[in-house]
């Protein structure tokens, strides 16, 4: 848990790009003067020449701490490809949190394959809704048919495409995007995607009618009331959120509607649909910031905008 993708977009300045080696997964980049706060290491710097801005990003990923389990791995993965197609204008950046014995297994093969399908649609930037659409669909097929036992695993994903003056968020689980705007003199925090939970209304119904009970672990359990639904918000929750459990079972007990993977969670309506939406960047779009729910779990949206100030 934590992994967290940071990107703020500038005006370039008029001078000779140099390549850079990056992280392995990215096209052509320069190194920018600012570093990152906690690795000291330069940002990553990605024009994009058909609207005359660029591109300055980091990357920290971190395993979260666990009391019970000091020594549990970080399921998380990132991937960051520049120059989706050979276009110059057209970047992907997404953020993976695996669960389940195999989450690790799970969240990097997603950030792979699911990439690589949406770089070889031929209807990428005809309508990238339904290239994400597809892809996911596909990656999530993929997954299952691969030898990665993912009845009791998978990922959430989260997504950013860059196109031009235009970015496409795709969301599966409770990862988020949230991007920061200039308002005034504030600046303000808005969400780009929307946590798939059971705290939500809609998912929450979905699901049900997809025969899944939805009980926290306490109700599950026998020592709250299961008729009475008093799992306040998800901001206010206090650790004992509603979970999805088959009818006459203990598990599969997922706390995301949504994700890769998750095979047996699938039959009570856990779905690979991403959710996907688009912004038109105007210069008071200042940064956008992709992170697992080790980070907004914690912390607010505002919280973490707030903090890149600092």
Not at 72 to 94: A, L, M
Not at 131 to 138: E, I, Q, T, V
Not at 188 to 214: H, I, W
Request: with cysteine; proline share 5%; charged share 20%.
């Amino acid at each position: 848990m934590g992994c967290v993708n940071g990107k703020c977009c500038s005006r370039y300045p008029s001078s000779t790009d140099s390549d850079s080696g990056g992280y392995g997964e990215m096209g052509s980049c320069r190194n920018a003067t600012n570093k990152h706060i906690l690795t000291q290491r330069s940002l990553e710097i990605v024009p994009v020449p058909s609207q005359n801005y660029e591109l300055q990003y980091s990357v920290l990923t971190q395993r979260g701490y666990y009391p019970d389990s000091p020594d549990k791995e970080n399921q998380d993965s990132f991937c960051i490809r520049t120059q989706i197609q050979g276009n110059p204008n057209v970047h992907f950046f997404g953020v993976f949190d695996g669960h389940g014995h195999f989450g690790t297994e799970c969240s990097r093969f997603v950030k792979d394959r699911l990439a690589e399908i949406l770089a070889n649609d031929p209807t990428l930037l005809d309508d990238p809704v339904k290239a994400y659409n597809s892809a996911f669909l596909m990656t999530n097929y993929e997954l299952h048919s691969s030898e990665i036992d993912d009845s009791m695993s998978g990922t959430t994903a989260i997504t950013v495409l860059v196109i031009g003056d235009a970015i496409y968020v795709a969301n599966v689980g409770d990862s988020r995007a949230v991007i920061a705007v200039k308002n005034g003199n504030r600046i303000v925090a808005e969400n780009l995607s929307s946590d798939q939970t059971p705290f939500r209304k809609d998912e929450y119904e979905r699901v049900k009618l997809c025969g899944a009970r939805v009980l926290s672990v306490d109700q599950v359990e026998g020592h709250k009331d299961p008729d009475i639904q008093a799992w306040g918000d998800e901001e206010s929750q206090g650790g004992d959120p509603p979970r999805l459990w088959v009818q006459n079972g203990m598990y599969p007990g997922t706390a995301f509607t949504r994700s890769v993977g998750d095979s047996t969670a699938e039959k009570i309506g856990v779905i690979s649909v991403p959710e996907v939406s688009m912004v038109r960047l105007t210069p008071n779009h200042l940064f956008f910031v992709v992170a697992s729910d080790g980070v907004f779990e914690f912390l607010s949206s505002q919280t973490v905008v707030d903090m890149s100030f600092y």
